[in-house]
């Protein structure tokens, strides 16, 4: 059973910058797909980027350019670099990862973009 816990929401400014982590538990072996999606208030949840084992990363187009994942296979771990952000990035992010076949999630942290 995979465990993930996400940390660095908070409240920027509109044009600022946050990072977001997120640390995988509950396995030996490197996951195979780790994932940022967002859920904003009364919105369907959506996938913002995502970084294959091995494999090259994967965006959503409102996010192109200004966001960037990245993870430590061996430490299994992702970021996300969020610059430029704007209110509309304001959402719940959750950390995803594909192992084995199973879906696991985690609780979320909530990002707050003010204008």
């Known amino acids: 059973q995979v465990q993930l816990v996400e940390s660095g929401g908070g409240l920027v400014q509109a044009g600022g910058s946050l990072r977001l982590s997120c640390a995988a538990s509950?396995?030996?072996?490197?996951?195979?797909?780790m994932a940022w999606y967002r859920q904003a208030p009364g919105k369907q949840r959506e996938l913002v980027a995502r970084?294959?084992?091995?494999?090259?990363?994967a965006y959503a187009d409102s996010v192109k350019g200004r966001f960037t994942i990245s993870r430590d296979t061996a430490k299994n771990t992702v970021s996300l670099q969020m610059n430029y952000l704007k209110p509309e990035d304001t959402a719940v992010y959750y950390c995803?990862?594909?192992?084995?076949?199973?879906?696991?999630w985690g609780k979320g942290t909530l990002v707050t973009v003010s204008s």
């Open positions: 509950g396995t030996d072996f490197s996951i195979n797909v």
């Open positions: 970084i294959p084992r091995g494999g090259s990363t």
């Open positions: 995803n990862a594909l192992h084995w076949g199973m879906d696991y």
